[in-house]
């Protein structure tokens, strides 16, 4: 009759110490309260564990609400690993782009104080049209920086501006040029080419190199705003379950000092961040395609040539026109008609070149540490990106490797009891944790928040591949979420959309659970015991 009194209290719900144990819980409660929690209703004494709803079953320290607290807690500590981890990762990209951003900074500034050395000796051509020249260099670093302007329309206007300016300031003062007359002088580039080959040879080299520089530059912080964003994705209930019979659990059974096994580990985090490991593909792409741009810096014409190029380029231009103007200015009077003039003729040669200073063609190029540095630009950025390569498919190992520490192969926690663990070790990303023995997964319901960081990865992929053509690309705001279901997502001017319901009538979850507990039916039975007893007494 007492075994059965006993028994009635198990599955009522009461627990207490077990008949004949006497292992004290000190060391539990020690470490229990260096926890942050409280000893209200913690154990002096082991306690029998049919109570327990994560770790396994036996005599134990925990009640049921140490054992919630510990799960939560374990999840709150995980997730600041993996934000830490994140925010590691987001540092390195922070610095990178800070390194790349001073450098290409400084060649810009370097190449537009070259340009007012270059252009001085043009005399008021220069010292009036400064704001041109300045504006060419501010709207090239504005586009550096993701305005939205278009840099081969820029380019173009440019020249168009110079060539007014050039035949005004060559044309005699008494002859009256009208803007309209200006305008269609402008015209005159593209068929009569008064720059020679200047313009074109400018615009080709300088749109490839600020494309491809600046969409460097946004990939790095697409790059690091997907892993803020991935890293904040909380972890579901059933991994926070298994990270508690992971850490905790041995805690409870008095093994604090018993490290889990390794590949027990492996499966548990596998398993929590199978979603992340998901990005891999398209995170290795992301990164492979910024390899690529990132060495094509170094391709002639390098970067640090183009840029430091560009004053040689805009005055070999001016030259080439002065020393064509007389046959530029016979056919602008054909196109354009005889401009009016105050009381004297076409302007003869000879005034022209008076009134003209001229400039001698040469070359620019980078001294030979600024090569060097470039060098060393790309094989830093290069080696740093390499790293970053296998970042989600390695976060498991880099947690565990902090989880495991000090695990013996057979003398470790695996799940149950002190020894080794014989489950293998899952594969990376969702479809592969359908057999895991650890974290139950339902694989036909993705993390929708890690989907749409996985379509930003291809996205900024394919901008950065246009750009190694030279093509330029539409900068919206590539940090900005994509929008919810339903929103469309353009990729070389074809838009996917999501489908409606993709997810919406998943099939159920085939795996199977386990059955209740032997001692829950014979709670059943015992229940009813009490109320059979009359009936059989009659």
Not at 61 to 73: F, I, K, N, Q
Not at 145 to 154: F, K, Q, V
Not at 415 to 436: C, F, H, T, W
Not at 455 to 468: C, E, F, H
């Amino acid at each position: 009759m007492r075994a059965l009194v006993l028994l009635l209290s198990l599955c009522t719900g009461a627990v207490g110490p077990v008949r004949g144990a006497d292992r004290s819980c000190s060391d539990l409660r020690q470490f229990y309260t260096g926890k942050g929690f409280t000893l209200a209703g913690v154990p002096q004494n082991e306690i029998s564990g049919e109570h327990l709803r994560t770790c396994p079953q036996g005599p134990t320290c925990c009640t049921s609400a140490m054992e919630d607290s510990l799960a939560g807690l374990s999840a709150r500590e995980t997730e600041a690993l993996i934000r830490e981890a994140g925010r590691s990762l987001q540092a390195s990209f922070h610095a990178l782009h800070r390194s790349f951003d001073t450098y290409f900074t400084e060649l810009h500034g370097q190449s537009e104080r070259s340009l007012q050395e270059k252009l001085a000796p043009l005399g008021p051509l220069y010292s009036q049209n400064t704001r041109l020249f300045g504006d060419l260099y501010t709207d090239m670093k504005q586009y550096y920086r993701g305005s939205a302007l278009n840099l081969d329309e820029t380019l173009s206007e440019f020249w168009s501006r110079l060539l007014e300016r050039t035949f005004k300031s060559s044309s005699p003062s008494d002859v009256i040029l009208s803007e309209d007359y200006l305008e269609c002088v402008a015209k005159q580039q593209e068929t009569l080419r008064p720059f020679g080959e200047a313009p074109r040879d400018m615009k080709t080299k300088v749109v490839r190199a600020f494309v491809t520089a600046r969409s460097f530059v946004q990939g790095l912080i697409v790059s690091g705003e997907v892993v803020r964003k991935v890293s904040q994705v909380s972890l579901s209930p059933e991994c926070v379950k298994a990270l508690m019979k992971l850490v905790y659990c041995p805690h409870c059974r008095g093994m604090a000092s018993l490290a889990p096994c390794s590949n027990y580990c492996f499966n548990v985090m596998k398993g929590c961040l199978a979603n992340q490991a998901d990005l891999n593909s398209e995170w290795q792409n992301l990164i492979d395609t910024m390899i690529q741009v990132a060495s094509s810096f170094s391709t002639e014409p390098s970067l640090d040539v183009v840029l430091s190029s560009l004053p040689s380029q805009i005055s070999d231009g001016v030259n080439y026109l002065k020393n064509s103007m007389d046959s530029f200015t016979a056919k602008v009077y054909q196109m354009c008609g005889t401009p009016g003039e105050s009381g004297t003729g076409t302007p003869s040669v000879q005034e022209q070149r008076r009134k003209s200073s001229s400039l001698t063609a040469s070359e620019s190029k980078p001294s030979p540490t600024a090569g060097i540095r470039l060098e060393m630009q790309v094989s830093v950025l290069t080696t740093k990106l390499r790293e970053m390569r296998q970042y989600w498919v390695e976060l498991p190992v880099a947690l565990c490797g902090k989880v495991t520490e000090g695990a013996s192969p057979d003398k470790c926690w695996n799940g149950m009891s002190k020894g080794r663990y014989l489950p293998e070790v899952m594969g990376d990303g969702l479809a592969s944790q359908i057999n895991n023995p650890e974290v139950e997964l339902d694989i036909t319901k993705p993390d929708m928040t890690i989907r749409q960081q996985i379509m930003q990865l291809k996205i900024m992929s394919n901008r950065l591949k246009n750009a190694l053509e030279g093509n330029d690309v539409d900068f919206q705001d590539a940090s900005e979420d994509i929008s919810g279901s339903g929103s469309g997502m353009c990729i070389s001017g074809m838009c996917t959309r999501s489908r409606p319901g993709l997810f919406a009538s998943p099939p159920d979850n085939n795996r199977v659970r386990g059955a209740a507990p032997p001692l829950s039916r014979l709670c059943s039975i015992l229940l009813l015991f009490p109320l059979a007893v009359p009936l059989l007494q009659r």
